[in-house]
């Protein structure tokens, strides 16, 4: 088992850049994926892409490529989701959460880190 | 790809049993035994309710069932209580470049 805790909310202008972050607690951090999920405003959840702490490994889903850099620090079992660029449609929760024995579990999510963008 | 299918809502009355669809393809829920089940209350982080098709995390009611057959999983609720009330969300691994793929989430209503 692992606790998740996610950094808090944000409030950006378009254009801006951002980092939020994921802290696990628990020995299990390094050794799953963590993904990060997307919730758009009273929309459903959308897979973004994930990573390995360990060798930090990393997968996006395909529209998103390019869009968002997913990144990890193991030594402070950390993972990080950023922008360099955000617009107005990267308003949304973004969860982090950790993948199990295959990709299609995740097991334990962090609180959620709600992104607002607007000028 | 495209998300998994799910009806946009499905209600029942307490005691009641409901069936929650998730169709996908033959790339997806239909090649692979990794479909999942999410419950996420308003304003709640989600939370994982089946995994593998059928499988309960320790702590979930055994009310909570999961199945499969083709590429169309489902998710079984039976003697329906208030506190079921939920969006639910399911996923599945496609093994191809999308990774995973969530279902569009159904809101049960218990009446």
């Known amino acids: 088992e692992v606790l998740l805790v996610q950094s808090g909310p944000e409030v950006r202008k378009p254009g801006e850049s951002l980092r939020i972050s994921c802290k696990g607690f628990?020995?299990?951090?390094?050794?799953?994926?963590i993904a990060w999920v997307r919730q758009m405003p009273g929309k459903g959840l959308e897979w973004m892409g994930n990573i390995y702490p360990g060798d930090s490994e990393s997968r996006y889903r395909p529209s998103l490529q390019g869009q968002v850099t997913i990144s990890v620090d193991k030594s402070i079992y950390t993972a990080y989701l950023q922008w360099s660029s955000l617009k107005a449609s990267d308003t949304a929760i973004y969860y982090c959460a950790r993948q199990g024995s295959n990709w299609g579990i995740l097991d334990s999510w962090g609180q959620g880190t709600l992104v607002t963008v607007s000028s | 790809q495209s998300a998994l299918t799910q009806p946009a809502s499905v209600s029942g009355s307490p005691g009641q049993s409901i069936t929650i669809s998730c169709t996908g393809t033959?790339?997806?829920?239909?090649?692979?035994?990794?479909v999942s089940w999410y419950q996420q209350h308003p304003g709640k982080v989600p939370k994982l309710m089946i995994y593998?098709?059928?499988n309960r995390p320790s702590g979930v009611s055994n009310r909570f069932t999961g199945s499969k057959s083709g590429n169309t999983a489902s998710l079984t609720i039976s003697g329906l209580q208030a506190e079921d009330e939920a969006d639910y969300y399911c996923c599945s691994y496609t093994g191809s470049t999308t990774y995973v793929l969530f279902g569009g989430g159904t809101k049960l209503t218990v009446l």
């Open positions: 593998d098709v059928s």
């Open positions: 628990g020995d299990s951090f390094t050794s799953h994926w």
């Open positions: 033959s790339s997806d829920v239909g090649r692979y035994n990794y």
